[in-house]
């Protein structure tokens, strides 16, 4: 089981970002993916899930409303679509199969003026 994740990088405040994670050793259309993130000095904390089919996302409420998480099971990819960034969102951001208990290597998000 691989994830790769890629996307990240500084943005303003206001702007937006897209991850993606490139799944691979492993039937991806299975199974339930997940983004979570990972500020200095924090735990890591679920940002947003999506199931096998992509329906029913769910969202922390610190990104409701302003990330997007979908996936497309042809390419076995998952994405998380960033708007609106704040600098509260500066984090490491990865991509976790729970199924799995596999994590990516991270790509991280700044976000600064």
């Known amino acids: 089981v691989k994830l790769v994740e890629s996307g990240g990088g500084l943005a303003r405040p206001g702007g937006s970002l897209r991850l993606s994670c490139a799944a691979s050793?492993?039937?991806?259309?299975?199974?339930?993916m997940s983004w979570y993130r990972q500020a200095p000095g924090q735990e890591r904390q679920l940002v947003a899930s999506?199931?096998?089919?992509?329906?029913?996302?769910y969202y922390a409420d610190s990104v409701a409303g302003r990330f997007v998480i979908s996936r497309d099971n042809v390419w076995n990819m998952l994405y998380l679509q960033m708007n609106n960034l704040k600098p509260e969102d500066t984090a490491v951001y990865y991509c976790?199969?729970?199924?799995?208990?596999?994590w990516g290597q991270g790509t991280q998000v700044t976000v600064s003026s």
């Open positions: 999506i199931t096998n089919s992509g329906a029913n996302p």
């Open positions: 050793g492993f039937t991806f259309s299975s199974f339930a």
């Open positions: 976790y199969a729970s199924r799995f208990a596999t």
